[in-house]
């Protein structure tokens, strides 16, 4: 699928203009305006099947969206979710 970076990204703002989150702290707040720009200085990545994207207890300076396929969460060695 290829999909095009800056459509994509207007597509994730629109859509968490609208979600939850943003009514949870407020579309006029300044942590809206913060989580647009993050969203407009985002990047595309792609993992392949298998490849661990960030260990348990680790911390990280970056978000996903997963805009398709899947991932597993795992506590120790059970899948929590998928």
Known sequence: MN???????RHLIDVL???????FIGTH????????????SSEMVSFK???VIIHEGHKSDRMYFITHGQVNVLKGDKILCT
């Open 3 to 9: 999909i095009d970076e800056q459509d994509l990204r």
């Open 17 to 23: 203009s609208q979600s939850s989150l943003l009514r």
């Open 29 to 40: 707040s300044p942590y809206s305006v913060e989580l647009r720009e993050m969203l407009e």
């Open 49 to 51: 099947a298998g490849r």
